[in-house]
């Protein structure tokens, strides 16, 4: 394809054959969702730059080089949105005290100017959802059962859970001291960028990439010997009720696992697969606190990679697409052209079906019709208009067979819709 009808790098279409695949993990997700009381939000793609700034943390990676940052005609500073927590919150603030309690989730596209790379996209997709909740370890429990019931039903149920505690916001000045200091002895062998990093947030310091820091860290204190008795007892708590939950993932508690984002406190997790490359995370989530004007919102909530998910999945041999009843192709001929319209609508009521209305050869027809991935063709001509018949071929078995055609509509109604008033079909 010339680079002209090519979308920015890393942007992609999504369209067939691979749609077909997105709709079903959606489906999934609303189904899944629905069956836990949540209830779906569609919040702006566009958002003020604050929303991020205040939620985010300005020291984390994706507000410090990755945000898509724009000024509409007024000046006014805007985002694309980089994930949805922050919008979600916003919302639930503007709830006031009722939004305690809240479940909501979302699924659609986040934008962040990364590197591309195999499984890092600047449009990416995401699934996810809050839990507006104060800490309470059995909420926690439930939403990462939640997670795990929508990787069961994706096909990735053998995801592993890394799961560890960030402290409670107690817990946070001592964490900081305690780092700071530790990393302090070694001032002069840091870069310039890691000690602010350090004086910003030092706990985001403790994934970082860089060999130096990676060899300090072997001896620095771990989060766990930093906090409270009560935080560890947390932590604990939400892992012995997740295995009460009879979560069969493989749970791994990571006392080196941070986030890439500011606002988390308590739990945290993320979800890896090792059917991914160097991206293998598949979601992530945690407990947080985000405080915007006035009022502060705690929850819970987690976001997943659709374009991992799917992946992940690649190299399962079920292919969806083809387990489904992909309707019917009518063939018609020029003259039974509007009688054969009026045919598919009442068949699109309930199944899919397509026609070819320029109704060339019977050749290119099924040719269509294959291309439409039909299960039924249904031949119907001038001739069997006249003897009110139609001619039904199986593409899967390749069986034909001629019905009646008042007998053959009547019961394809009657199949799916047995319960319903027909007279309006
Ligand atoms: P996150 O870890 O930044 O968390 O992203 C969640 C998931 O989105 C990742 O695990 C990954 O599957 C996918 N993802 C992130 N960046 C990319 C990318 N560049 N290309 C493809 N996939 C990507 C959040 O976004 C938080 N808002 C999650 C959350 C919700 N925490 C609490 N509530």
Redesign the pocket.
């Known amino acids: 394809m010339p680079n002209e009808f090519h979308p920015l790098q890393g942007m992609s279409d999504i369209a067939l054959p691979n749609i077909n695949r997105w709709h079903e993990v959606e489906e999934i997700a609303h189904k899944i969702f629905y069956n836990h009381g949540y209830s779906e939000i569609r919040t702006p793609i566009l958002e003020k730059s604050d929303i991020f700034l205040h939620s985010l943390g300005d020291s984390s990676d994706?507000v410090q080089k990755e945000m898509y940052n724009l000024k509409d005609r007024g000046e006014r500073s805007l985002v694309l949105r980089?994930?949805?927590?922050a919008g979600v919150v916003r919302y639930l603030a503007s709830l006031g005290e009722e939004s305690l309690g809240t479940r909501l989730y979302y699924l659609g596209p986040?934008f962040?100017c990364?590197r591309p790379q195999a499984?890092?996209?600047?449009q990416?997709h995401?699934i996810?959802?809050?839990y507006c909740s104060d800490p309470n370890p059995y909420i926690d429990a439930e939403c990462i059962a939640l997670q795990c019931a929508l990787l069961e039903k994706l096909g990735l149920g053998d995801s592993v859970i890394n799961i560890n505690t960030l402290g409670s916001l107690n817990d946070r000045k001592n964490i900081q001291d305690r780092l700071k200091s530790y990393f302090d002895q070694y001032h002069d062998i840091i870069s310039e960028e890691n000690i602010k990093k350090i004086d910003k947030n030092v706990l985001r310091i403790l994934d970082s990439k860089d060999k130096e820091i990676q060899k300090l860290l072997t001896n620095a204190p771990t989060i766990i010997e930093m906090i409270e008795e009560d935080s560890r007892d947390y932590l604990n708590q939400v892992t012995i009720l997740l295995r009460k939950l009879d979560i069969t993932n493989d749970i791994k508690i990571n006392h080196r696992l941070v986030?890439?984002?500011d606002y988390?406190n308590n739990t945290v997790w993320?979800?890896t697969h090792n059917r991914l490359g160097s991206?293998n995370?598949?979601?992530?989530?945690?407990r947080?606190s985000i405080k915007l004007g006035k009022r502060t919102i705690n929850?819970?909530?987690?976001?997943?990679?659709i374009?991992?998910i799917l992946s992940a999945q690649d190299n399962l041999s079920k292919n969806i697409h083809e387990q489904r009843n992909n309707g019917y192709w009518i063939v018609s001929d020029n003259s039974s052209i509007i009688d054969n319209m009026r045919l598919a609508q009442r068949i699109r009521h309930i199944y899919r079906c397509g026609m070819d209305l320029e109704a060339k050869s019977i050749k290119s027809q099924l040719r269509k019709a294959d291309r439409f991935n039909a299960s039924y063709v249904v031949f119907r001509g001038e001739k069997e208009i006249d003897k009110n018949i139609v001619t039904i071929k199986d593409l899967d078995s390749g069986d034909q067979k001629e019905f009646g055609f008042n007998d053959w509509i009547n019961n394809l109604i009657d199949k799916k819709y047995r319960s319903y008033d027909n007279a309006s079909i």
């Open positions: 994706i980089p994930e949805g927590t986040m962040r990364e499984g890092r996209k600047r990416f995401q996810g959802a809050e986030r890439g984002l988390y993320e979800i991206q995370a598949i979601a992530g989530g945690g947080y929850g819970i909530g987690f976001a997943m990679g374009e991992r």
